[in-house]
């Protein structure tokens, strides 16, 4: 009963510190029904250009200026980098947010009207405010109002986002390869068992809760291994087992 009450104070201070960011997140649908979580971006390696409008004439040339500097970073970063066109206080119509980007040219941009996607969380009101995540601690590299912001300042922000992010969490693939982990929670040894794997070298990572890899190794074997995690601190991580361009997922949590 004593290590179960442990635990449970442990999970909640993992909790506590997760919501302990600089940036905050959002979770919610655009205005094409399709569902974002920023702090899942964050973790992927993406970076998320912000750009809130009222929409307003005043607010034409930020949302511009923000989307070329996207589109440049995207030519050579394909994907990494999201352009968020956002209602300032989420009053407006998806309908008229739309038309509004459309008339002004502003067609590469996720478009949302949604109070969960908030500007006031980032300090004073802008009509546009620019703001720029990025990086595994879910970093603000910019944040500025009109008349304030600056296509290079922007270009800037971006590459150094990117550059915060070298260790962005692999996609997962939809393939037969899957593994299962125990125990769970584990302590200092945890054992990996493996169906299906089309080859036995497996390539092992494990990431922590910012986003890091904390281990990095291969395994010869196509059954089951055993990894000594005696290093790592207590907290939840996430395993990657990748084998022959396969790979899958699962997270664990260690209780030394």
């Known amino acids: 009963m004593k290590k179960l009450s442990l635990l449970i104070g442990f999970l909640f201070g993992i909790a506590t510190l997760g919501n302990a ?7 919610c649908n655009d205005c094409s029904g ?9 973790n992927g390696g993406k970076v998320l250009v912000l750009v809130w409008v009222m929409p307003c004439s005043n607010c034409i040339n930020g949302a511009l200026t923000a989307q070329t ?9 394909p994907g990494k980098v999201l352009y968020y066109l956002l209602d300032d206080y989420a009053n407006t119509t998806c309908a008229t947010l739309n038309g509004w ?3 002004n040219g502003i067609t590469s941009a996720i478009v949302m009207s949604n109070s969960l996607a908030s500007m006031t ?7 546009p405010k620019i703001v720029v995540l990025g990086g595994k601690n879910h970093d603000v590299f910019y944040n500025k109002n009109a008349p304030d912001f600056t296509a290079t300042g922007i270009r800037d922000a971006i590459q150094a986002a990117l550059a915060a992010a070298p260790n962005a969490i692999p996609e997962v693939s939809k393939q037969s390869f899957s593994f299962t982990v125990y125990p769970n929670p584990g302590n200092e040894n945890i054992h990996l068992n493996f169906s299906n794997a089309s080859s036995p070298n497996t390539h092992v990572q494990i990431f922590n809760a910012l986003g890091e890899c904390v281990m990095d190794t291969n395994i010869l074997s196509s059954n089951e291994a055993q990894i000594n995690l005696a290093n790592l601190a207590n907290g939840i991580y996430e395993v990657y ?3 022959a361009k396969q790979n899958m997922r699962q997270k664990i949590l260690l209780f030394h």
Do not use: K, P, R
């Open 21 to 27: 960011q600089t940036a905050s997140n959002f979770s």
């Open 34 to 42: 399709n569902f974002h979580d920023a702090f899942t971006d964050l």
């Open 69 to 77: 500097e996207v589109q440049s970073a995207n030519a050579a970063n």
């Open 101 to 103: 980007a459309l008339s």
């Open 121 to 127: 969380a980032y300090g004073v009101a802008g009509m």
């Open 241 to 243: 087992c990748i084998n």
